[in-house]
């Protein structure tokens, strides 16, 4: 189990269906997920039904982020494009609105390095956050990722074109 003094990381669950539709569900961060629609409980089931399949055969893993003072999902990181020859992945988090700013994102984002490092073998991660994103950007480089390059207008946003900052963290 991968757990800190605050949060721990789990696989996804049968019983993380509601939490799922709450979360990929939340307009706020559709901008951050290309997510362009609502998407549905049986969209979200046929996902968990496959959600237990090999990183090696899917090159993507999912793990709910909970509170360890309650055992309650506050939201998910994601590594996907996981490329095991080249030993990298992208790394993304998304935390409930309600439970931001707690340090939960940090914690996972510590306990993911290690599992990376550790347990996958990776040699680096990478992400792309929004150019407005400051508290994602400060998160990510105070984890140790560097600031690599930038997309110009890379990200259609309801106020228009925003940048896209590529960061890389080498393990």
């Not at 951050?32 to 609502?38: N, Q, Y």
């Amino acid at each position: 189990m991968l757990q800190s003094d605050t949060i721990l990381l789990r696989a996804l669950e049968d019983t993380d269906l509601e939490f799922l539709y709450a979360l990929e569900n939340d307009p706020a961060i559709w901008g951050v997920s290309d997510t362009m629609a609502p998407i549905s409980r049986y969209t979200l089931r046929q996902y968990l039904d496959h959600a237990g399949a090999d990183l090696q055969e899917v090159r993507q893993l999912r793990l709910v982020i909970c509170a360890t003072h309650d055992g309650h999902p506050v939201g998910t990181i994601d590594l996907f494009n996981y490329e095991p020859l080249h030993q990298r992945a992208g790394v993304g988090i998304t935390v409930l609105a309600s439970e931001q700013r707690r340090g939960y994102a940090r914690a996972a984002l510590a306990l993911l390095l290690q599992y990376g490092r550790d347990h996958l073998r990776l040699h680096q991660l990478y992400c792309t956050v929004a150019s407005r994103n400051e508290a994602s950007a400060r998160l990510f480089r105070a984890a140790g990722f560097r600031r690599v390059g930038t997309r110009r207008q890379w990200l259609r946003t309801a106020s228009g074109w925003d940048d896209a900052i590529e960061f890389q963290c080498l393990l």
